[in-house]
């Protein structure tokens, strides 16, 4: 927990509640066949040391070029 909440609930907030606020609710979650965006972290993505190793959008790696 960090400040009395679970990390589960931040995951969420950060992740899936958005998602759902903006619409996308009809294809959000963990299915085959869900929309996805998916970032692979240098340690726990809440943590303020962490940073992004590698981000797949519409299964294509994302570059800064």
């Not at 606020?21 to 963990?30: H, I, K, T, V």
């Amino acid at each position: 927990t960090s400040a009395g909440v679970k990390s589960e609930s931040i995951m969420q907030g950060l992740t899936i509640r958005p998602h759902q606020q903006l619409g996308f609710a009809g294809n959000a979650g963990f299915e085959t066949g869900s929309a996805a965006e998916f970032v692979v972290w240098s340690g726990h993505p809440l943590s303020l040391s962490a940073r992004p190793l590698s981000i797949i959008v519409d299964g294509q790696p994302v570059t800064d070029e």
